[in-house]
């Protein structure tokens, strides 16, 4: 199980780290990311880290404002996200197991994220 938290609503240029805690099987040895979802429009990946952390990507739109980061003691996958714009509004959601390209296998229930202009 994934559960997402750290969502809200911001004025543009403000900043929020969302957490992704899991439970209930170990994570320690999977590939994570972050997926967000805004209205009429298809998911898309926003960022992405390996089991260790050392080697993390990200969408174009986010790159140099978003930053993935994990802490397997705490089983906890972060994504800190600053400098935001009213495009980066959507439901944020943190999935976990690679099992293809950008597909998951556990996915949580997903946080709302709502920038105001």
């Known amino acids: 199980q994934l559960v997402e938290s750290g969502g809200g609503v911001v004025q543009t240029g403000g900043s929020l780290r969302l957490s992704c805690v899991g439970s209930?099987?170990?994570?320690?040895?999977?590939?994570m990311a972050w997926f967000r979802q805004a209205p009429g429009k298809e998911r898309e990946v926003v960022a992405t880290?390996?089991?260790?952390?050392?080697?993390?990507e990200y969408a174009d739109s986010v790159k140099d404002r978003f930053t993935i980061s994990r802490d397997n003691a705490k089983t906890t996958t972060y994504l800190e996200m600053n400098s935001l714009k009213p495009e980066d509004t959507a439901v944020y959601y943190c999935?976990?197991?690679?099992?293809?390209?950008?597909?998951?296998?556990?996915w949580g229930q997903g946080t709302q994220v709502t920038v105001s202009s």
């Open positions: 999935a976990a197991d690679l099992v293809g390209v950008q597909k998951y296998r556990y």
């Open positions: 209930g099987r170990t994570f320690t040895y999977d590939d």
């Open positions: 880290i390996t089991y260790n952390g050392r080697r993390t």
